[in-house]
């Protein structure tokens, strides 16, 4: 029985790779880890390796170039699984010290033949979620935004609400990122927000403003946070108000003015039961696509560039 399945990829949210050591460790019940956590391994113990150097890591490789010397020094057997093989110092390393290699296609098992060790052609199970959760009876609530600018301490206390609430709901994810921002993060920001909703989440990735509108249009209400308040220049708010899709957010004083808690908008410190039940966010939203359409005008903002130009 493996201790544990040890990967180069760790990211399940970014990565097919990673994504396939968890499932596959969830599944023997084993711990998931990367190379970074090598101080886990007990002495005779027996991992299973998932790998792929597609591109190219040279702390990655150090990491892995320091399990091979655990493996002598802790008795450590391994099981090799490739998801890619290119012929790499460091593959034929591992396939030196490896008990058995998997290959996960027919392809990779051929170009491992120059090796005599126990090798088996297998394959990579389906590792898509369920798609798309449809629930006609639950709230359904979307949010997309800036990743960086989730702020989780308002989605603890709207996820408190809920549950107190006893409502059931269905929550869906999709962010954005700026150009040079770090990627991985998104995986911790999504191991967060699981952490907070369950199994009530779900993630949709970097989606097409064409999708983005699709859920806003299928959704009961659209949540989106930030660090002191909704402003003038939130636009994605302005957005999802404008199709009539109720807003729940958090106001402070330098929010619009026009923006009323329960007649246009929420903030999610007050919202009740009755609040967010799908009847009164219907009323919500309508007003809100009013207001919206009435305050943060297009045609009213050029009048006034195009005046004070003159």
């Known amino acids: 029985m493996f201790s544990h399945i040890i990967s180069t990829n760790t990211k ?3 990565s097919g790779v990673a994504k396939f050591g968890e499932t596959i460790a969830e599944k023997l019940q084993i711990p998931f880890i990367g190379f970074t956590q090598l101080d886990q391994l007990q002495q005779d113990s027996t991992v299973l390796l998932s ?3 597609f591109m190219t890591d040279i702390e990655l490789e150090t990491e892995v170039w320091r399990f091979l010397s655990l493996v002598e020094e ?3 057997s391994f099981l090799l699984f490739f ?3 290119d012929n790499l110092p460091i593959e034929h390393a591992l396939i030196k010290h490896a008990h058995t290699i ?3 296609n027919e392809e990779i098992y051929q170009r491992l033949s120059f090796t005599d060790k126990p090798k088996k052609s297998v394959w990579s199970p389906p590792l898509l979620s369920n798609g798309l959760k449809k629930n006609d009876f639950a709230l359904n609530i979307f949010s997309f ?6 702020q989780t301490r308002q989605h603890k206390l709207l996820a408190a609400k809920l549950k107190q609430f006893k409502i059931d709901y269905i929550i869906r994810f999709s962010t954005g990122f700026h150009e040079k921002a770090n990627f991985g993060k998104y995986d911790e920001l999504a191991h967060q927000l699981e ?3 369950g199994d009530k989440v779900q993630f949709y990735g970097f989606l097409s403003d064409e999708a983005v509108g699709y859920f806003i249009n299928i959704s009961n209400l659209y949540v989106n946070f930030f660090p002191k308040g909704v402003r003038s220049n939130n636009t994605t708010i302005f957005a999802v ?4 899709c109720p807003v729940v957010t958090n106001l402070d004083i330098y929010s619009p003015h026009w923006m009323k808690r329960n007649k246009n908008i929420l903030d999610v410190q007050e919202i009740t039961k009755d609040t967010i039940s799908k009847s009164i966010l219907s009323k919500i939203g309508k007003q809100a696509m009013k207001d919206v359409k009435k305050n943060v005008n297009l045609d009213k903002l050029t009048e006034i560039l195009l005046q004070d130009s003159k």
């Open 102 to 104: 998997y290959a996960a």
């Open 74 to 76: 802790k008795n450590i």
């Open 12 to 14: 399940p949210h970014l």
């Open 145 to 150: 935004g800036m990743a960086f600018k989730i």
């Open 51 to 53: 790998v792929s150097f």
């Open 241 to 244: 108000m404008k199709k009539g």
């Open 83 to 85: 998801h890619t093989f």
């Open 195 to 197: 952490g907070i909703y």
